[in-house]
């Protein structure tokens, strides 16, 4: 008996640290692109870095690359590489898309409060995005992006430096658009500054 506990007292000592396993963490925020093909995940608030994410396992980094601008969380395997928190995700499973568009949140949608002024406040919070989807009419005319899968609004648009008719020509088409984003409720709105057909239809995603 006496002989197994040094044993173990022994084995204790020469396994290293770095053999026990990474702690697993979620983390959510909003996916974001860096030089390289490096993909990070921002706070949803101030967009800082919160983690940097790396593909493990069947997952291809490249899967990566669908989630760009939308609001997720991700689970994995948290490591340190020089000095900075890496997640490593080892399949879509460890992915969930929380919202087609990621803004910043202004500090009113937390407290409940109105700021003083309300089109000041959310020009600071103004983030500039690129955005696929639909693009669909209400009355108004009030132009709007849906999402691709499920169709649900996902951006207001307004068109910056050109008529909201210019928007008729690209009804029901599959665009990206690109322009600042605002954070409003229910749904966010962008000034439109460019606008790019895709395709001429837009059927649901299967």
């Not at 995940?41 to 989630?67: C, I, T």
């Not at 900075?84 to 399949?91: M, N, P």
Request: charged share 25%; aromatic share 6%.
């Amino acid at each position: 008996m006496l002989l197994a506990v040094h044993y173990l007292a022994f084995a204790a000592l020469i396994i290293p640290a770095s053999a026990a396993a990474p702690p697993n963490a979620n983390f959510t925020g909003c996916l974001d692109e860096e030089a390289g093909a490096r993909y990070v995940l921002r706070d949803s608030r101030e967009l800082r870095p919160l983690v940097w994410l790396a593909a493990g396992g069947s997952f291809d980094n490249q899967s990566f690359a669908k989630y760009l601008g939308s609001r997720i969380t991700v689970r994995g395997d948290v490591r340190t590489e020089s000095g900075h928190k890496v997640l490593r995700v080892d399949g879509p499973g460890d992915i969930t898309r929380v919202s087609e568009v990621c803004v910043p949140h202004p500090e009113n949608m937390i407290s409940g409060k109105e700021p003083r002024d309300a089109t000041d406040h959310r020009k600071t919070q103004a983030s500039t995005r690129s955005v696929t989807g639909c693009l669909d009419e209400d009355p108004g005319p009030q132009y709007l992006l849906r999402g691709e899968r499920e169709l649900k609004p996902i951006l207001m648009l307004d068109p910056k430096g050109y008529p909201v008719q210019a928007f008729a020509k690209h009804l029901g088409k599959r665009v990206e658009v690109t322009g600042k984003v605002f954070a409003e409720e229910p749904v966010p709105r962008m000034e439109v500054g460019s606008i790019t057909d895709l395709s001429d239809s837009c059927a649901r995603d299967r």
